[in-house]
């Protein structure tokens, strides 16, 4: 069984740093794209960033470029997301999924992200 | 502003059945395949659809999907009061080099 589970998240101050980590089981992590994908209170699904397998390739959306970093462990089974310059609007449920073509198969159940003064 | 447009809310009875459409463009649903998902409430969001037509395992076959040219569709048939949750399309942005996802929409079973 595909399992995806977020930690990391918080309340962190406007212009503050936090680290997610995604730890995931039940399928050979090292063969799949990974994502980010968050969801501010109330509304709706916004994709954040994508790393190919190796690690090598890496997209984010425009609002977080320069300020977020993907990346992943695959000796760990992991996935990761630094988040720097944290701005109120960053607010969100973060999840991580598991990716595949233009379909993101498997969700965690997130982590809460707060920014806030 | 979602890349992808979906409707807010559509509403029917159960045991009808419900469409939710999704709009996008020639750079991502004109050029890549299409997903869905529903999100119950309080819930991670869940594959229901893939490869624009295909179900995971596990999906009832009251779910469909297709898709023609810039715009795909979401079917529900035989309407269950758990199917009332929020659904939303996804796919590739070749010109963005980003995932898009719809605004969501909200269903409600009267």
């Known amino acids: 069984e595909v399992q995806l589970v977020e930690s990391g998240g918080g309340l962190v101050q406007p212009g503050g740093s936090l680290r997610l980590s995604c730890a995931a089981s039940?399928?050979?992590?090292?063969?799949?794209?990974m994502s980010w994908v968050r969801q501010p209170p109330g509304k709706g699904l916004q994709w954040v960033a994508s790393?190919?397998?190796?690690?090598?390739?890496?997209y984010y959306v425009d609002s977080v470029k320069g300020r977020f970093t993907i990346s992943r462990d695959n000796a760990k089974n992991s996935l990761y997301l630094q988040m720097d310059s944290l701005r109120a609007d960053d607010t969100a449920v973060y999840y991580c999924?598991?990716?595949?073509?233009?379909?993101?198969?498997?969700w965690g159940q997130g982590t809460l992200v707060t920014v806030s003064s | 502003q979602s890349v992808l447009t979906q409707p807010p809310s559509v509403s029917a009875a159960p045991g009808q059945k419900v469409t939710i459409s999704c709009s996008g463009s020639?750079?991502?649903?004109?050029?890549?395949?299409v997903s869905w998902y529903q999100q119950l409430p309080g819930t991670a969001p869940k594959l229901l659809i893939y490869?624009?037509?295909k179900r995971p395992s596990g999906i009832p076959d009251r779910f469909s999907g297709s898709k023609s040219g810039t715009s795909a569709t979401l079917g529900i048939t035989g309407l269950q009061t758990g199917d009332e949750a929020d659904y939303y399309c996804?796919?590739?942005?070749?010109?963005?080099?980003?995932?898009?996802f719809g605004g969501g929409t909200k269903l409600t079973v009267l």
């Open positions: 999924a598991v990716r595949s073509g233009s379909s993101w198969y498997h």
């Open positions: 039940g399928f050979t992590f090292s063969t799949y794209w």
């Open positions: 790393i190919d397998e190796a690690g090598s390739k890496e």
């Open positions: 020639s750079s991502n649903i004109g050029s890549n395949l």
């Open positions: 490869g624009n037509n």
């Open positions: 996804g796919t590739w942005d070749n010109s963005l080099s980003a995932g898009v």
